[in-house]
Nanobody, 129 residues
Framework: QVQLVESGGGLVQAGGSLRLSCAASGRTFSRYAMGWFRQAPGKEREFVAV????????LYADSVKGRFTISRDNGENTVYLQMNSLKPEDTAVYYCATHRRAYDSGTDRMTREFEYDSWGQGTQVTVSS
């Protein structure tokens, strides 16, 4: 099992930026795709972005495309989510998660929660208008 710890959340004004980090331990980080999801109050958790194990492939939700960038540092066992041009509707708890299959590069299939088997505790992002 892998342990995931998110950080970097906070309060920011609309139009601002934040960078979230997710540090992993307990499993060979570099073998697994990593995803970011978010859950706003009163809503279901939704997919935000995913990056393949190699870092070569990424996929974004339409709502964040062009504003958010996912990246990873396999040497540091960390995945990042750079969030620019933030909007009030980006307010949510953000979670990172580890994909359940090693060496899987099919990021187009990795938008659903059941594809992931380890989750962090989440970090709050609040965007004020």
């Amino acid at each position: 099992q892998v342990q995931l710890v998110e950080s970097g959340g906070g309060l920011v004004q609309a139009g601002g930026s934040l960078r979230l980090s997710c540090a992993a331990s307990g499993r060979t980080f570099s073998r697994y795709a990593m995803g970011w999801f978010r859950q706003a109050p009163g809503k279901e958790r939704e997919f935000v972005a995913v990056i393949s194990w190699s870092g070569r492939y990424t996929l974004y939700a339409d709502s964040v495309k062009g504003r958010f960038t996912i990246s990873r540092d396999n040497g540091e066992n960390t995945v990042y989510l750079q969030m620019n041009s933030l909007k009030p509707e980006d307010t949510a708890v953000y979670y990172c998660a580890t994909h359940r299959r090693a060496y899987d590069s099919g990021t187009d299939r990795m938008t659903r929660e059941f594809e992931y088997d380890s989750w962090g505790q989440g970090t709050q992002v609040t965007v004020s208008s």
